[in-house]
């Protein structure tokens, strides 16, 4: 596999990943340099390559869309990208390119239309009404452990058709896995649980069918020439549960306490709840909490912002970065709860862009909605500045949010 060195003597620097000590909703702040002077430049991944950095939106808009470009080869017996030549586990779609990942895409996108997700919007009602019911019952509570984590879990187990009761297991295996501190043993031992778990429940839904999206899913691969089989769809499933609730609840209390910490815009919201599409739309953009970067193979030589990439070299889309470039979102550090978007980067673009997305909207909008109507003197219950973020991990968000009201 490639290494890139094209400047030998030089150190190619870290990928900037860290939010400024003063700002811990900003990204690092050399990407404004970066987007005006060096738009393309080569940096050291967390996943140990070297890689070509894009941090202008145009720029990631094109890599994203090229089907030269593989998600691939960033495969490894683990959720995390690696090089060490290791195939992608079959069923894990994130990875696939090609008819590989179309197979898998086609049999999955009619799960999650917006008609479909629009349904789902008074379960996720009820669901956020209970734990709201729930925090009330006491003087403070964290947002994360108490509301964000439990309702986005729920709905994905809901939709899925896994008991909630294993919350803990799949909730704990799911941080390992978005996390760079974990090592490699700990990184496969998740993965393994998780699909022994999952494969268990295929299983009971080959045997049994329920009216879940497992069952659908192994119903509508029957009838194509090549089902999917047991450990395909318990990969593709462990890769839905996992996706399904960490961004999401992440987003959840980040953009909770975004508008906590700017008032006006918080007064703006509650004068004005039909604000709530664009406002989510906002704080996906402003938050960009994929902070890792979306990684891509050239197989073959192509050119992007203007640099001839080399087939074997990998590049990396800084979300971030592309979310806040001027020349495409005007003011950009600032948060314009009524923007009218244009499509921001938060969910990825082109033939890998979120399943999940409308999904994640509806969830974010009853989420902070309900939490605004329900519980107007929610505030911090101790100090932004003893917070603790998710820095080291794939999805950026906060361990907890002590909140009381
Ligand atoms: C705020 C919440 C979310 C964010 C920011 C987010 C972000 C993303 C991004 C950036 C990608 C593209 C990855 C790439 O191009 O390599 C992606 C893909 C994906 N997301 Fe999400 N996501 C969110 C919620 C969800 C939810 C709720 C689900 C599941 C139900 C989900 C399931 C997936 C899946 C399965 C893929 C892979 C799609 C494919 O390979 O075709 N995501 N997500």
Redesign the pocket.
Known sequence: MTNIHRAASAKIPDFPVGRPESCPFDPDEIYTRLRAEEPMTLVHCPAGMDAWLISRYEDMRHM?ADRSLS?RAAGSDHMLPSYDGHEPLPGF??QLDGQE?ARL?RLLIGE?TVRKMEALRPCVQKITDEHIDAMLAGAGADLVRDFALPI?SKV?CEMLGVPYKDHEMFQLDSQVLMSFEADEVSRGAATRRLEAYLGELVRQRIAEPQDDLLSRLIARSNDTDRPLEVGELATLSV??LV??HE??AN?ITLGMLMLLENPGKLAELRADPDLIGTAVEEL?RYLS??QFG?LRYATQDVTIGGIEVKAGEWLVAA?PSGNRDESVFPSSDTLDLGRQVRTNL???F????????H??RI??QVALSTLLRRIPELRLAEPLAQSEFKRNDIVYGLQSMRVTW
């Open positions: 994203l998600s779609m994130i990942h895409r999650f986005s994905i890769l839905l996706t399904g961004t999401t987003m996906l909490v994929i979306l979300v938060a969910f990825g082109g033939a890998h862009v979120c399943i999940g997305q999904l994640a969830e974010l």
